[in-house]
């Protein structure tokens, strides 16, 4: 199983970046997908959750309204659209996925929400 996240970096409050989880190893279609977070000095948390179909999607509190999960099964990749940043998002974020037992992190993707 290979979890390979993109898309972080740098940006100011208000702006917008796209997160991508490239997914190996498994059945992508069959798993359930979640992006996490840790900020530092925090524990790692639940930002969103996507089904196996993309029908069921669950949203951190926090980030309702901001935040978009999906998922491209044809290219076996979860997205994590977020907009409307804030400092406080400034996390290292982390693909999941979750296959029958079997649960998978990826390597993590620092964003930096920041003036």
């Known amino acids: 199983v290979q979890l390979v996240e993109s898309g972080g970096g740098l940006v100011q409050p208000g702006g917008s970046l796209r997160l991508s989880c490239a997914a190996s190893g498994f059945t992508f279609s069959s798993a359930l997908m979640s992006w996490h977070r840790r900020a530092p000095g925090k524990e790692r948390e639940l930002v969103a959750s996507?089904?196996?179909?993309?029908?069921?999607?669950n949203y951190k509190h926090s980030v309702k309204g901001r935040f978009t999960i999906s998922r491209d099964n044809a290219k076996n990749t979860v997205y994590l659209q977020m907009n409307s940043l804030k400092p406080e998002d400034t996390a290292v974020y982390y693909c999941r996925s979750v296959y029958g037992a079997f649960g998978s992190w990826g390597q993590g993707t620092q964003v930096t929400v920041s003036s």
């Open positions: 996507i089904t196996s179909g993309g029908t069921i999607t």
